[in-house]
């Protein structure tokens, strides 16, 4: 019998009254979900209480837990809307306007938050970034298509781009799973957390349905690993080996994430360091700024950003870039969008497409034109002709040379 009980003061999330009797569906979902997974739900808070708290075991005898989010998702017909259409509207509370509400992470990491649409007519859940949703306003909808419904009733697991009602958003991976792959759900958000939508989607599609949902993530090292007869400093001053380093990354979601972003700086530095005629090349650590500096053939600085690309291609086979900040002023909205001197040069990765680590490149003086903010650049971008593997071009083009 699973046990219900009040939130702990230690778990500081804000909490609302819902109809217990309405909600106790989606509460229902979740749990016999978790039990389809192979888990074993220890304890919940009750139905009358949003979000769910929720501890569980795995099959491999892990604890975990999660705050869900959960709202109904369904297929009514609405005035003005497509016939294929599907939405779950996001609302707890009552409704304010301009009022954001806080979607919580767990400081420590020992809860996962879930941000998910549930139909438990059709059997089956989709799930949005609750990163990207941070804050978020209620009585909003998110909506999806019935192709897309279609492929989750009959592969189990399937993972797209939204389409949004307006231009000019940030682009969203949205994931869709059966009951039996909820688990594979929650162990994608402990990994994604934070991830860019390119990656997010990468990460969901590794997770294919065919793989053993109860095994984790992390990499398991085989018995009879060679031993290092040099240890890394850090190794040294960490106390472990250089393998267990390596194992605490995997493992880690959080610090998986930040260093998988500065593996993508540093594969992008080494190929510009290699470059005939870039003299030096830095590293840069500053919030917000670009990611590189450096000086090509007697001129600069040339400043270069980073950016990865989405997962998916246009219809002709272009990789894109979301390019634009996930957040914007109240004040001023197309401070959400880059301009041409914030850096000179994107270096665009490939990772998430091809999984190699590579760029190709462009200047920004190249970069269209946004459509409505004056003086920034178009978040729409393909990587076209204007793009080059070879970086050559586009620093002679930004120096003049």
Known sequence: MVSTALMPPCLDYRRYSVQA?????????????????????????PAREAPFRIT????????????????????KLTKNRPNDEHRFQVKY????????????????????????????????????????????????????????????????????????????EPIEVLVGGRPEHFLRYVR??????????????LLAERLDHKIDPTQPPALVWAQGRPTDSQLHVLAEEFQLTEHEVLDLISGARRLKMAVRG??????????????EGVERCERLDGEGGPDLRLWYQGRGPIHVECKNVLRNKT??????????????????????????????VV???????????????????????????????????????????????????????
Not at 21 to 45: M, N, W, Y
Not at 319 to 340: E, G, H, I, V
């Open 21 to 45: 009797h309405s909600k106790a569906l989606l509460l229902e979902f979740i749990v016999d979900s978790l039990g389809r997974s192979g888990c074993q739900v220890i304890q919940t808070t």
């Open 56 to 75: 569980f075991e795995t099959p491999l005898g892990e604890r975990l837990g999660i705050i869900v989010y959960a709202f109904f998702a369904n297929d």
């Open 93 to 168: 509370g009552s409704k304010k306007a301009g009022e954001l509400h806080s979607l919580w992470q767990d400081p420590f990491g020992l809860y996962t938050t879930l941000f998910v649409g549930i139909n438990p007519e059709q059997g089956f859940f989709v799930a949005a970034d609750p990163v990207l949703h941070n804050p978020t306003k209620h009585f909003i909808s998110i909506e999806f298509k019935q192709e897309h419904v279609d492929e989750i009733l009959a592969t189990g697991w399937h993972a797209w781009e939204r389409v949004k009602r307006m231009g000019g």
């Open 188 to 201: 994608l958000e402990r990994e994604a957390l934070g991830e860019d939508p390119g990656h997010r989607q």
């Open 262 to 275: 500065w593996v993508a700086e540093e594969h992008l530095h080494r190929s510009l360091t290699q470059v």
């Open 315 to 344: 219809r002709e086979g272009l990789a894109r870039l979301d390019f634009q900040r996930t957040r914007a002023s109240k004040a001023d909205p197309c401070s959400r969008y880059y301009s041409s001197s914030d850096f000179d």
């Open 347 to 401: 270096a665009a990765c490939l990772h998430s497409v091809t999984e190699r680590w590579e760029f190709c490149y462009a200047a920004t003086q190249r970069f269209d034109a946004h459509a409505r903010c004056h003086g920034k650049l178009s978040h729409i971008v393909r990587i076209d002709e204007r793009w080059t593997p070879d970086p050559a071009p586009v620093l002679g083009l930004v120096t003049g040379l």
